[in-house]
């Protein structure tokens, strides 16, 4: 995990901070600014994962020409309006938006905003979904659909933020965090990924045990859906229908129990003058904050991890 913080001071340096930070090609125009306009920001940053804080005491307007990833924002202050295509947003104090496409083009304004902004790459969205790269992600609307989806981002938002600050993460951690946010990103915001597929072919039996095996085999590593599909010999689209139709969860669902019981084994094993931290233990099969892992834990083995340890 990475941190950078970064105030940038003056028209110039606040037009040339955005268009460096978000790698966008556009026209911005500082108006009805203070006597000296300001952008501070703080990125946190694992994996393929990105995070933002900012805070901009100033209006502008923009024209960008080209963003290249899912922006998908959680207003905490001040007003903000954006037109991409035919599809237009506007966002204020508690409101969740995304400005365009990933690869679009978008125009508007803001004034005296402040934001959280998750940062996710088109290849790590068509992943989670399970779809090639020659499938090209499409909002149908730049705002969630409806308070539920704009709920369930803003808790994914947050949850990554407290993650990020929290300290390093292992790698299965980072992993872990930016599937869970772009699952959430692909939920809370219709989109071309997550239409259903009604021609998605039957997986037989065979390819279904090779699934499951290579997830048992790697669940100590970071494990990607595509990666799954190829074990199994099928398509990722397939494999998740085929894994939900006869265990009830997706892929990525299945991993994240086979971590579970790993974890549970572990605590099951520990002795107590050995000095096992829970915490650790989470953290090394993927679960990046202690009290999400002991929900999950409580859950399945109807007690919490430390009663496990302990035993």
């Known amino acids: 995990m990475n941190k950078t913080s970064m105030v940038f001071t ?8 955005l268009e460096s930070m978000y790698s966008i090609d556009a026209t911005l125009t500082l108006e009805a600014v203070a006597a ?10 694992a994996g393929s994962l990105r995070v933002d804080r900012m805070e901009m005491p100033c209006r502008f307007s923009f024209n960008v020409h080209h963003f290249p990833d899912l922006a998908a924002m959680t207003m905490t202050g001040g007003r903000a309006a954006v037109t991409s295509g035919t599809r237009h947003a506007e966002a204020a104090a508690g409101s969740v938006w ?11 304004w803001v004034d005296a905003m402040a934001c959280e902004t998750v940062t996710l790459p088109p290849d790590l969205l068509r992943d989670v979904a399970g779809l090639p790269e020659s499938h090209a992600l499409r909002l149908h609307r730049l705002t969630p659909d409806g308070d539920r989806a704009s709920a369930l981002w803003t808790a994914a938002s947050h949850y990554a933020h407290r993650a990020l600050t929290s300290g390093p993460l292992y790698a299965l951690e980072a992993d872990t965090l930016a599937q869970t946010l772009a699952v959430a990103a692909l939920s809370a915001f219709p989109n071309t990924l997550t ?4 021609h998605t072919s039957a997986v037989q039996p065979a390819a279904l045990r090779r699934a499951v095996a290579f997830i048992d085999d790697n669940a100590h590593r970071p494990v ?5 599909a190829t074990a199994a010999g099928t398509t990722p689209r397939a494999v998740q229908y085929a894994m939900r139709r006869h265990y009830g969860m997706t892929p990525l669902a ?12 572990e605590l099951l094993a520990a002795e107590p003058h050995q000095g096992v931290l829970v915490q650790d233990v989470a953290a090394r099969w993927g679960f990046a904050k202690p009290g999400h892992f002991s929900a999950a834990y409580r859950q ?3 007690q919490t991890p430390s009663t496990t340890r302990n035993s």
Do not use: F, K, N
Request: with cysteine; hydrophobic share 30%; proline share 9%.
């Open 10 to 17: 003056g028209a110039d340096a606040v037009v040339a901070g």
């Open 36 to 45: 000296e306009p300001q952008m501070r920001l703080s990125r946190y940053t």
């Open 98 to 108: 995304a400005p365009c496409d990933p690869d679009g083009s978008y125009t508007g």
């Open 195 to 198: 239409t259903p597929d009604p």
């Open 224 to 228: 990607t859906l595509a990666q799954i």
């Open 254 to 265: 299945y991993l994240r129990r086979v971590r579970l019981a790993r974890a549970h084994t």
């Open 300 to 302: 399945v083995y109807g």
